[in-house]
């Protein structure tokens, strides 16, 4: 893997090809194996899509910043259906008391 990963596992690639994919810091990465006895690197996807060597680093930073951003929109969603939740149940309350 061209960056640190915790667990690679062997898969098939977007191509059909053998090599293995992980996910390093939000990001999944997929690399194609060059030969059957040695497993060196040939093709890399990021996030299903085929990235070219000389253009790895600065896909991969946006990626990782696109996860990011997705992470904490989803914290966001999560908070909003929270206090959506909660104004409901106030309102609810006082329509209670009301009758």
């Given at each position: 893997m061209p960056v640190p990963v915790e667990q690679a596992v062997p898969t098939?690639?977007?191509?059909g090809n053998q090599g293995c994919t992980a996910i390093a810091e939000g990001?999944?990465?997929?690399?194609?194996?060059k030969g059957i006895t040695t497993f060196s690197r040939h093709r890399i996807w990021i996030n299903g899509v085929e990235t070219p060597d000389a253009e790895f680093s600065g896909r991969f930073e946006q990626a990782k910043v696109e996860a990011r951003i997705g992470k904490a929109a989803s914290q966001i969603k999560g908070v909003i259906k929270g206090v959506q939740e909660k104004g409901k149940e106030v309102v609810d309350s006082l329509k209670e008391k009301d009758r």
């Open positions: 098939d690639t977007p191509n990001v999944t990465l997929t690399i194609e194996a």
